[in-house]
């Protein structure tokens, strides 16, 4: 068994499985997490404010930024990942499979956060084509705590792994005079290497096992480790090439895999819910609608003809979809703020929408104060010089600056000052 799992490892070694590639990727990787992780966040709080919280409204694309990085350095994980899982393949062979307690704890951690990292990245970017129904379970919520897995066991790897990480960080001290990976045997002593953190005191010790250059050289050369970067190099750049122009409206050109294409759709703006997806064609069409606008006691109802004998305004701002896709329209309409003040609200309150939609989560949207009150913050009655579309929220949505496309709710019946 033992022989066999060294012989399996001699087969798969090449000059690209070393320590340096790893580090090397694993450098790539952890930055494109905590990028994903941060925005993600963000995004989290944005549409599940903690009571107290207060968000930026400027500059109006700020969710459009945060959102593009997240679905951009989330696709860039898939290579990266993949590429990362080829360097250490050997050494999931290792010889023995389980040298101890500390070294099966290390396993499973790193079988932890493989399978997470895995399940995360793979039900975002389903996400983003919208195959919800492929999902048994609540995408946001799922893909929320599983984050927390990832960034948690991507802490102790860091850890565990620190005394190769600091070791192979530079390229200075990775490669020998003749340009070859050193290996990682010299600075090891029984395989017992103490962690930094000991100097400074905390009672740190990990065992850092035999890199893959214990295993006796390959007989063939295989991929060698120029070939190999500029592999995963060309794949990143093309999974995030063909794909950014969704975020990143110069780059549409190139958009081929995202599933958003610019200006396409009524108005030229790609849609999210149609009307009738929504069943909201009768009540939007219906010649009584009117917009009901409370706070306390007060209540009026304007129709569409009072909203736009109201003061105009125009406003450009994006629809930036949580799903990675956003495109700047121009709006026009009267301000949430003055519709406030014609029933008295009390100035700085928050304010909440409702849509004629039922039963859907994107229905009501809670507006803190700083956009309800914002000067930005419309009831769009039209989109760049037409009248709303069916599909884009006719008779009236609410459009708002900085805030994620879900919060932009369409088909409005509603607002009222909380
Ligand atoms: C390590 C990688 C990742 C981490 C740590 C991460 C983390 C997060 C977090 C914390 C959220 C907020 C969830 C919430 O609103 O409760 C989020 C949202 C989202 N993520 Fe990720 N994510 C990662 C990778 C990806 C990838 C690869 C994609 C797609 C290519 C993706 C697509 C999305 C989408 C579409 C949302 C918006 C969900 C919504 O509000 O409906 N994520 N992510
Ligand atoms: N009532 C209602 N409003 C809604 C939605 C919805 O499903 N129902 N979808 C939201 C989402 S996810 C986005 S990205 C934007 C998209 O706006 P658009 O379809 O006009 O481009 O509308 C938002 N407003
Ligand atoms: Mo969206």
Redesign the pocket.
């Known amino acids: 068994m033992q022989s066999l799992l060294y012989a399996f490892r001699q087969a798969l070694q090449t000059p690209s499985r070393n320590p340096r590639t790893a580090v090397a990727l694993g450098r790539l990787l952890g930055f ?2 905590i990028l ?2 941060a ?3 963000y ?2 709080f944005i ?2 404010p903690l009571p107290g919280m207060h968000f930026l409204t400027r500059p109006v694309w700020l969710y459009q930024v945060t ?1 593009g990085i ?2 951009t ?3 860039a ?2 290579p990266l990942i993949f590429a990362k899982l080829y360097s250490i393949f050997p050494l999931l062979f290792q010889t023995p499979p389980v040298k101890g307690v500390v070294h099966l704890l290390e396993r499973a951690s790193i079988a932890l956060f493989v399978a997470s ?1 895995l399940f ?6 389903i ?2 084509f919208q195959w919800y129904a492929l999902f048994p379970f609540p ?3 799922t ?2 705590s ?3 897995v ?2 948690g066991s991507l802490a102790i790897h860091i850890a565990v792994k620190l005394p190769i990480i600091t070791r192979y960080w530079a390229k200075k001290n990775a490669y020998d005079e003749n340009g070859e990976v050193k290996p990682l045997e010299e600075h090891e002593n029984d395989d017992l290497v103490r962690l930094p953190l000991t100097d400074i005191g905390i009672g740190v010790t990990s065992r850092v096992f035999a890199w893959i250059d214990r295993a006796p050289k390959p007989k063939t050369p295989g991929t060698n480790r120029r070939g190999f970067f500029v592999t995963v190099g060309v794949a990143v750049a093309a999974v995030v090439g063909l794909t950014v122009g969704q975020s990143v409206r110069p780059l549409d050109f190139a958009n081929i895999f995202a599933p958003r294409k610019a200006g396409v759709g009524p108005n030229a703006l790609p849609v999210n819910r149609t009307a009738h997806a929504a069943k909201v064609i009768d009540d939007a069409m219906s010649p009584h609608w009117t917009l009901t606008v409370t706070a306390g006691n007060v209540t009026k109802d304007f129709n569409r003809k009072q909203l736009e004998a109201m003061t105009q305004y125009q406003v450009d701002l994006p629809i930036a979809c ?3 896709w956003s495109q700047m329209a121009h709006w026009k309409g009267p301000r949430v703020k003055d519709l406030m003040s014609r029933v008295g609200a009390k100035q700085g309150v928050s304010v909440k929408a409702t849509s004629l939609e039922k039963g859907s989560s994107y229905a009501v949207t809670t507006m803190e104060p700083e956009f309800a009150w914002d000067d930005l913050t419309l009831i769009a009655l039209e989109v760049d010089g037409a009248t709303l579309d069916i599909d884009h929220g006719f008779p009236a949505r609410l459009i708002a600056p900085a805030r ?1 496309g ?1 919060l932009q709710t369409k088909w409005l019946d509603s607002i009222e000052a909380l």
């Open positions: 494109a997490f994903c992780f925005t993600g966040i995004s989290h549409q599940d959102q997240h679905i350095a989330g696709i994980c898939f990292s995360e990245i793979t039900i975002g970017l996400n983003t995408f946001r919520q893909h929320f599983i984050s927390f990832v960034i949580v799903e990675g994620p879900v």
